[in-house]
């Protein structure tokens, strides 16, 4: 064989061995950032059921202290947690010692402050379980059960991006009008036999309060972010405009998500993908009015969205608001272990773990069933949504590997 014929045969060699071992490289990572992620799957259905236990492996810690602990950029709690329990019995039973009215908003809400000097937003019940809100998928007034489920469903998703969140029956006329501000004080009233309030927020009236049964009032505790995580809030580029006949760019511009890639902080980082994996989570729980989200202070872009205000979800079973998920299937991207968690959750799996993950809270039961079977039905429709995705683009478009610098220009 003459020399030229052997230095081109050698280049081809060369060649075909590179292509080959980084082919088997990429498969290779590929195939155990896969087996992490059913791992991972595995150790949050064996975490599902919590037991509210004051016992605290961490003596020498409050349960405020160790929940404080759990907060780093990308998580509000870890993956691992076995104080879980401890902190969320501590929720339901510490006492009162300070009620006013709840931080700015337009729905009614509580700020407690619980011994220890934990705050708690408390959220008052104001339907029955089986009450379907009619309407637009934003009406209604918050739900608190609302909060409840939809907190065990980012632990369920993997995401850990909510804060915590348990049931709790509270004693209005002995737990919390005895510690009430003034300002929260005057918003009580008597209807009937039943003790009831106001509060003060955008759409609290005197004439809507949240009831309780005779003196007991159901409702959701929200644990608050350590004060040394100060909150920065931003407009959520899906938000809807609220009025009438008016659309959003979003709801008409089918390329609108190439400009938001264009934009700070969408045009590199995690928060697209973190945008996409909150549409996912709204469209199961039926949430269409995240019109802003709230991400650390100062963060750049880096810290994740944090799933705050969930209450405006589970309103309507039998309703599915595609447009929440105008996000992925206008971007179409999705991040590769979200995309393995749902896959995970298929067939009934979802359904049965947030039962599962919900049996142990005080308020149970958290959800009616339409609303379970509701969450395996969307859980469908966003499979297809990625399907329709995958054969457009192909899958090595769509599917984004999360463990790595994300740029989406």
Not at 172 to 185: D, G, H, N, S
Not at 187 to 203: A, I
Request: charged content about 25%; overall charge negative; hydrophobic content about 40%.
């Amino acid at each position: 064989m003459k020399l030229k014929q052997r230095v081109v045969l050698l280049a081809i060699l060369l060649v075909i061995f590179i292509f080959t071992k980084v082919f088997l490289i990429d498969n290779l990572d590929t195939s155990a950032a896969n087996r992490e992620d059913q791992r991972a799957f595995h150790r949050m259905m064996a975490s599902l059921h919590v037991e509210l236990d004051p016992r605290l492996d961490h003596t020498l810690q409050s349960p405020w202290e160790i929940a404080a602990q759990w907060v780093v950029p990308r998580e509000v709690y870890p993956e691992e947690t076995p104080e879980l329990g401890a902190v969320m019995h501590a929720m339901t039973t510490k006492k009162i010692i300070k009620a006013d009215v709840g931080y700015k908003g337009t729905q009614l809400k509580a700020l407690l402050i619980l011994e220890g000097g934990q705050k708690v937003v408390f959220k008052p019940k104001r339907y029955a379980r089986d009450y379907v809100v009619e309407g637009e998928p934003y009406a209604g007034y918050d739900r608190h059960n609302a909060e409840v489920a939809a907190f065990h469903l980012d632990r369920i998703l993997g995401f850990r991006r909510a804060p915590l969140v348990v049931g709790r029956f509270v004693n209005l006329r002995t737990e919390i009008k005895p510690v009430a501000t003034e300002q929260l004080l005057g918003t009580f009233m008597t209807v009937g036999n039943n003790t009831c309030f106001y509060g003060k927020c955008y759409y609290c009236r005197e004439t809507e309060p949240a009831c309780a049964d005779g003196d007991i009032m159901e409702g959701s505790m929200t644990l608050w972010l350590p004060d040394v995580w100060p909150l920065q809030k931003h407009r959520h580029p899906w938000g809807r405009t609220y009025r009438e006949g008016k659309l959003a760019r979003w709801e008409y511009d089918e390329s609108y998500c190439d400009a938001v890639k264009k934009t700070s902080p969408y045009d590199s980082g995690p928060r697209l993908l973190d945008i996409i994996d909150t549409a996912i989570f709204d469209y199961l729980i039926g949430n269409a009015d995240r019109h802003h989200y709230e991400s650390f202070q100062d963060d750049e872009g880096a810290s994740m969205l944090i799933l705050l205000d969930n209450a405006k979800s589970f309103g309507n079973p039998a309703l599915d608001e595609r447009s929440i998920l105008a996000p992925l299937y206008q971007c179409c991207i999705i991040r590769v272990s979200t995309w393995n968690r749902l896959n995970y959750l298929k067939n009934g799996v979802l359904k049965s773990a947030l039962k599962t993950a919900m049996s142990h809270d005080p308020i149970s039961p958290v959800l009616s069933d339409p609303h379970l079977d509701a969450l395996d039905q969307r859980l469908l429709s966003i499979l297809a949504t990625v399907k329709q995705c995958t054969d457009q683009f192909g899958p090595d478009v769509v599917l984004v590997e999360d463990r790595m610098t994300l740029s989406h220009l």
